[in-house]
């Protein structure tokens, strides 16, 4: 961060404001561990913070301390709006650009309180008044460690806030495995666990939280796996009939993408997923290697992320979705 920026967000932090701190739309560990660390920061420092996610977080992140605080806008819409007009200062964490937000965009777009963006995706829109965007981290939680630091707060962290970022450094780095984890992120983690961080027991609650019937849902996915073996790809889908029928709730698809690249020599992989409420078919990318899924979700399906792991939508039916799909891998030179 610009060193003047630093400077000026000491400025506005010397006296309590009302701050409201905002994730993207469908909120993972990341978004909830940076937005929730940085609230509980933010409390330490008698400010009066409010974290409003667009729409409801999966519930094996209901364990994160302060979550039962958070907003949840599209339930709850005439108040967040009041919050957000009434705040002085806008925290916007783990995404770029507004239409991430979803239909909270257009409430985000008439504010004029400043807005303060810690994102590690590609191409920020140009909201912010202060940026502290770079894509080499691998999650937005590492960067409010350093933001805390660059504010000289360091002294601030404890077990609470570092349980939080914790957990959005676990979950964002593949459980340390993706690239953009370095040697700083695992002295990073060090001192969270210096902290008191149950890092043993933070991926238990994260990812031994499974019901029966999640397990079932993946087996589905996996059998419905296909391999486009020429072209190391594999992909698999899921409709909303069959998540109906293992009684699907919110989180259950987290990370069953990445069961595609686990087979030997595949490096692109996604994963469909049907939606009949919002009339969408969610789509995941994830890739190893030098193939970029952000670029490909950016021209080819709506959406964007980072090089190894992206996110897109598709408008039309699962099997026209998938077509495509197939259609543009087979030009694809992987
Ligand atoms: P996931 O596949 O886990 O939902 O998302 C992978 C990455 O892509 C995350 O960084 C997420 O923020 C981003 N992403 C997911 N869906 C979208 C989307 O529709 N648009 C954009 N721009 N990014 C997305
Ligand atoms: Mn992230």
């Known amino acids: 961060m610009k060193i003047q920026d630093i400077q000026a967000i000491q400025l506005l932090l010397a006296t309590p404001k009302k701050i409201a701190i905002i994730p993207h739309r469908g909120p993972d560990g990341d978004a909830m ?12 420092n008698n400010h009066q913070p409010t974290v409003i996610a667009p729409n409801d977080f999966p519930d094996f992140l209901a364990w994160l301390p302060g979550s039962e605080t958070v907003k949840i806008f599209e339930k709850d819409t005439e108040n967040c709006t009041k919050i957000l007009e ?22 985000l777009a008439k504010l004029t309180a400043p807005f303060i963006m810690i994102d590690h995706h590609q191409k920020p829109d140009d909201y912010a008044a ?17 933001f805390i630091s660059f504010l000289g707060k360091k002294e601030d962290l404890d077990k ?21 984890t370095t040697g700083n992120t695992h002295r990073i983690i060090a001192e969270l666990i210096d902290l008191g961080v149950e890092n043993t027991q933070i991926p238990v609650l994260l990812f031994d939280n499974s019901s029966y019937s999640r397990l079932q849902l993946l087996g589905r996915a996996l059998q419905n796996m296909k391999v486009l073996e020429e072209h190391k790809t594999s992909y698999t889908t899921l409709t909303q009939a069959e998540l109906d029928s293992f009684d699907y709730v919110k989180g259950d698809t987290e990370g069953i993408v990445n069961y595609g690249l686990s087979i030997k ?24 290697g030098g193939f970029d899924v952000n670029q490909f979700a950016r021209d080819h399906f709506n959406g ?31």
Not at 304 to 326: C, I, L, P
């Open 33 to 44: 561990g940076s937005t929730l660390g940085l609230y509980h920061f933010l409390l330490k």
């Open 86 to 107: 009434e705040a002085e200062l806008i925290f916007t964490l783990d995404f770029n650009a507004f239409h991430r937000t979803g239909e909270m965009e257009h409430t």
């Open 130 to 146: 202060y940026m502290y965007s770079d894509t080499s981290f691998g999650s937005t939680c590492e960067m409010v460690y350093n």
């Open 160 to 180: 609470t806030i570092a349980t939080c970022i914790y957990t959005g450094i676990l979950t964002d780095s593949g459980s340390f495995r993706f690239p953009g």
């Open 265 to 288: 020599g595949i490096v692109f992989t996604a994963i469909f997923i049907e939606n009949k409420d919002e009339k969408i078919i969610k789509i995941s990318f994830r890739s190893q």
């Open 304 to 334: 964007g992320g980072h090089s190894n792991a992206a996110g897109g939508r598709s408008d039309v039916s699962m099997e026209e979705t998938v077509k495509k799909f197939e259609a543009l891998v087979n030009k694809l030179k992987i």
